[in-house]
Protein backbone atom coordinates (compact mmCIF):
# COMPACT_ATOMS: atom_id res chain seq x y z
CA UNK A 1 0.00 0.00 0.00
CA UNK A 2 1.48 3.15 -0.50
CA UNK A 3 2.42 5.98 2.12
CA UNK A 4 1.25 9.55 1.63
CA UNK A 5 2.82 11.11 -1.60
CA UNK A 6 3.84 14.79 -1.77
CA UNK A 7 5.20 16.21 -4.86
CA UNK A 8 7.82 18.70 -5.48
CA UNK A 9 10.17 17.21 -2.69
CA UNK A 10 12.40 20.25 -2.64
CA UNK A 11 11.71 23.77 -4.14
CA UNK A 12 13.13 27.56 -4.53
CA UNK A 13 10.80 30.71 -4.89
CA UNK A 14 11.14 33.81 -4.77
CA UNK A 15 9.97 37.01 -2.09
CA UNK A 16 6.38 37.85 -3.93
CA UNK A 17 5.75 34.83 -5.27
CA UNK A 18 3.54 31.93 -5.31
CA UNK A 19 3.45 28.27 -4.67
CA UNK A 20 1.55 25.15 -4.87
CA UNK A 21 2.46 21.74 -3.20
CA UNK A 22 0.13 18.80 -3.94
CA UNK A 23 -0.33 16.04 -2.11
CA UNK A 24 -1.93 12.24 -2.31
CA UNK A 25 -3.46 10.32 0.74
CA UNK A 26 -3.34 6.74 1.33
CA UNK A 27 -5.92 4.94 -0.74
CA UNK A 28 -9.08 5.12 1.29
CA UNK A 29 -7.55 8.21 3.81
CA UNK A 30 -9.95 10.46 4.01
CA UNK A 31 -8.88 13.07 5.87
CA UNK A 32 -5.70 15.29 4.70
CA UNK A 33 -3.94 17.54 6.86
CA UNK A 34 -1.06 19.96 6.56
CA UNK A 35 1.74 21.20 9.02
CA UNK A 36 4.44 23.44 9.12
CA UNK A 37 8.00 22.40 10.22
CA UNK A 38 10.44 24.92 11.21
CA UNK A 39 13.66 25.16 13.56
CA UNK A 40 11.90 27.96 15.23
CA UNK A 41 8.60 27.28 15.19
CA UNK A 42 8.80 23.64 15.18
CA UNK A 43 5.59 21.36 13.81
CA UNK A 44 2.51 23.61 13.69
CA UNK A 45 -1.00 22.43 12.42
CA UNK A 46 -2.25 24.54 9.20
CA UNK A 47 -5.52 23.08 8.50
CA UNK A 48 -7.40 19.69 7.65
CA UNK A 49 -9.58 18.76 5.02
CA UNK A 50 -12.43 15.77 5.18
CA UNK A 51 -14.57 14.83 2.24
CA UNK A 52 -13.52 18.35 0.41
CA UNK A 53 -14.36 20.28 3.59
CA UNK A 54 -12.03 22.04 5.54
CA UNK A 55 -12.63 20.85 9.49
CA UNK A 56 -9.95 22.89 11.21
CA UNK A 57 -7.42 25.76 10.51
CA UNK A 58 -4.84 26.65 12.31
CA UNK A 59 -2.94 29.84 13.37
CA UNK A 60 -1.55 31.18 10.08
CA UNK A 61 -2.55 34.08 7.99
CA UNK A 62 -4.62 33.78 5.03
CA UNK A 63 -1.67 33.49 2.11
CA UNK A 64 -2.56 30.31 3.30
CA UNK A 65 -4.85 28.14 1.53
CA UNK A 66 -5.83 24.82 0.69
CA UNK A 67 -8.30 22.47 -0.48
CA UNK A 68 -9.46 19.07 -1.28
CA UNK A 69 -10.63 17.25 -4.44
CA UNK A 70 -13.26 14.88 -4.85
CA UNK A 71 -10.26 11.54 -4.70
CA UNK A 72 -9.17 12.75 -1.27
CA UNK A 73 -6.26 14.22 -2.95
CA UNK A 74 -5.11 17.68 -1.81
CA UNK A 75 -3.28 21.39 -2.29
CA UNK A 76 -1.98 23.78 0.01
CA UNK A 77 -0.92 27.15 -1.91
CA UNK A 78 1.03 29.97 0.06
CA UNK A 79 0.85 33.42 -2.02
CA UNK A 80 3.20 36.10 -1.53
CA UNK A 81 5.82 33.99 -0.31
CA UNK A 82 7.81 35.78 2.33
CA UNK A 83 11.55 34.43 4.12
CA UNK A 84 10.06 33.33 6.69
CA UNK A 85 7.62 30.91 5.16
CA UNK A 86 10.55 28.66 3.70
CA UNK A 87 10.02 25.19 5.91
CA UNK A 88 9.14 21.62 5.20
CA UNK A 89 5.25 21.26 4.29
CA UNK A 90 3.82 17.93 5.60
CA UNK A 91 1.14 16.26 4.24
CA UNK A 92 -0.79 13.64 6.23
CA UNK A 93 -3.48 11.58 6.11
CA UNK A 94 -6.18 9.21 8.41
CA UNK A 95 -9.35 7.40 7.75
CA UNK A 96 -11.23 10.17 9.20
CA UNK A 97 -14.34 8.98 10.62
CA UNK A 98 -14.65 11.01 13.23
CA UNK A 99 -11.94 9.20 15.56
CA UNK A 100 -9.14 11.42 16.70
CA UNK A 101 -7.36 8.04 18.02
CA UNK A 102 -7.37 7.02 14.12
CA UNK A 103 -3.15 6.64 12.98
CA UNK A 104 -2.19 9.98 11.35
CA UNK A 105 0.58 9.11 8.64
CA UNK A 106 3.03 11.40 7.21
CA UNK A 107 4.17 12.36 4.19
CA UNK A 108 8.01 13.07 3.45
CA UNK A 109 7.28 16.26 3.08
CA UNK A 110 7.92 19.31 0.49
CA UNK A 111 10.67 21.70 1.26
CA UNK A 112 10.74 24.91 0.18
CA UNK A 113 13.13 27.91 0.65
CA UNK A 114 12.14 31.64 -0.23
CA UNK A 115 15.26 33.90 -1.10
CA UNK B 1 -6.12 23.56 25.15
CA UNK B 2 -4.12 21.17 24.95
CA UNK B 3 -0.12 21.06 25.06
CA UNK B 4 2.81 19.15 25.55
CA UNK B 5 6.31 19.30 26.61
CA UNK B 6 9.26 16.97 26.11
CA UNK B 7 12.53 17.71 28.43
CA UNK B 8 15.54 17.77 27.15
CA UNK B 9 16.08 19.33 23.63
CA UNK B 10 18.97 16.82 22.87
CA UNK B 11 19.75 13.51 24.79
CA UNK B 12 22.93 11.74 24.14
CA UNK B 13 23.55 7.75 25.27
CA UNK B 14 25.35 5.00 24.71
CA UNK B 15 24.93 1.72 22.03
CA UNK B 16 23.21 -0.58 24.58
CA UNK B 17 22.56 1.86 27.37
CA UNK B 18 18.70 2.76 28.30
CA UNK B 19 16.67 5.45 26.03
CA UNK B 20 14.50 7.33 28.16
CA UNK B 21 12.75 10.51 26.51
CA UNK B 22 10.21 12.08 28.31
CA UNK B 23 6.84 13.33 27.52
CA UNK B 24 4.28 15.73 29.81
CA UNK B 25 1.28 16.85 28.07
CA UNK B 26 -2.14 19.23 29.40
CA UNK B 27 -5.15 18.25 28.11
CA UNK B 28 -8.58 19.15 29.61
CA UNK B 29 -10.10 16.24 28.17
CA UNK B 30 -8.66 12.21 27.83
CA UNK B 31 -5.77 12.68 24.94
CA UNK B 32 -4.97 10.54 22.56
CA UNK B 33 -1.05 10.73 22.76
CA UNK B 34 1.29 9.60 19.79
CA UNK B 35 4.84 9.24 19.48
CA UNK B 36 6.96 10.22 16.63
CA UNK B 37 10.16 9.67 14.65
CA UNK B 38 12.02 11.92 12.47
CA UNK B 39 15.38 10.60 10.14
CA UNK B 40 16.98 13.51 8.78
CA UNK B 41 15.65 14.84 5.81
CA UNK B 42 12.67 12.96 6.27
CA UNK B 43 8.72 12.88 7.31
CA UNK B 44 7.17 11.75 10.33
CA UNK B 45 7.37 8.06 11.21
CA UNK B 46 4.81 6.92 14.06
CA UNK B 47 6.66 5.01 16.61
CA UNK B 48 3.56 3.89 19.07
CA UNK B 49 0.15 5.55 19.94
CA UNK B 50 -1.74 5.60 23.34
CA UNK B 51 -5.61 5.71 22.89
CA UNK B 52 -6.89 4.22 26.37
CA UNK B 53 -7.04 0.60 25.22
CA UNK B 54 -3.87 0.14 27.25
CA UNK B 55 -1.40 2.51 29.59
CA UNK B 56 1.75 0.29 28.66
CA UNK B 57 1.89 1.06 24.67
CA UNK B 58 4.50 -1.02 22.47
CA UNK B 59 5.92 -0.20 19.52
CA UNK B 60 7.88 -0.37 16.77
CA UNK B 61 11.70 -0.77 16.72
CA UNK B 62 11.91 -1.94 20.40
CA UNK B 63 10.36 1.11 21.34
CA UNK B 64 7.57 1.43 24.15
CA UNK B 65 5.22 4.30 26.14
CA UNK B 66 3.73 4.15 29.77
CA UNK B 67 0.54 6.92 30.01
CA UNK B 68 0.73 7.99 33.57
CA UNK B 69 -2.29 9.95 33.89
CA UNK B 70 -1.86 11.04 37.51
CA UNK B 71 1.75 12.51 36.10
CA UNK B 72 -0.22 13.41 33.19
CA UNK B 73 3.29 11.42 31.60
CA UNK B 74 4.27 9.66 28.47
CA UNK B 75 7.61 8.80 28.00
CA UNK B 76 8.67 7.18 25.20
CA UNK B 77 11.87 3.89 26.26
CA UNK B 78 13.66 1.42 24.65
CA UNK B 79 16.02 -0.95 27.02
CA UNK B 80 19.02 -0.88 24.97
CA UNK B 81 20.12 1.98 22.03
CA UNK B 82 20.88 1.06 18.48
CA UNK B 83 23.11 3.49 16.76
CA UNK B 84 20.52 3.23 14.11
CA UNK B 85 17.86 5.06 16.72
CA UNK B 86 19.57 8.20 16.42
CA UNK B 87 16.86 11.07 15.16
CA UNK B 88 14.83 13.13 16.18
CA UNK B 89 11.36 12.56 18.26
CA UNK B 90 8.39 14.31 18.79
CA UNK B 91 5.60 13.75 21.40
CA UNK B 92 2.17 14.83 19.84
CA UNK B 93 -1.51 15.07 21.19
CA UNK B 94 -5.15 15.08 20.35
CA UNK B 95 -8.44 14.33 21.75
CA UNK B 96 -12.18 13.49 21.19
CA UNK B 97 -13.20 15.75 18.27
CA UNK B 98 -9.96 17.62 17.27
CA UNK B 99 -7.49 15.11 14.93
CA UNK B 100 -5.13 17.78 14.45
CA UNK B 101 -1.92 17.15 16.51
CA UNK B 102 -0.14 19.50 19.14
CA UNK B 103 3.70 18.74 18.91
CA UNK B 104 6.35 19.36 21.35
CA UNK B 105 9.29 20.66 20.62
CA UNK B 106 11.58 17.90 19.99
CA UNK B 107 14.17 15.64 21.46
CA UNK B 108 17.53 14.67 19.53
CA UNK B 109 18.95 11.73 20.10
CA UNK B 110 21.90 10.78 20.00
CA UNK B 111 23.40 7.93 20.43
CA UNK B 112 27.31 7.06 20.83
CA UNK B 113 29.04 3.83 20.14
Known amino acids: KAGVTQTPRYLIKTRGQQVTLSCSPI?????VSWYQQTPGQGLQFLFEYFSETQRNKGNFPGRFSGRQFSNSRSEMNVSTLELGDSALYLC??????????????FGEGSWLTVV | AQSVTQLGSHVSVSEGALVLLRCNYS??????LFWYVQYPNQGLQLLLKYTSAATLVKGINGFEAEFKKSETSFHLTKPSAHMSDAAEYFCAVNGPGRRALTFGSGTRLQVQP
Open chain 1, 92 to 105: ASSLGDGNSGNTIY
Open chain 2, 27 to 32: SSVPPY
Open chain 1, 27 to 31: SGHRS
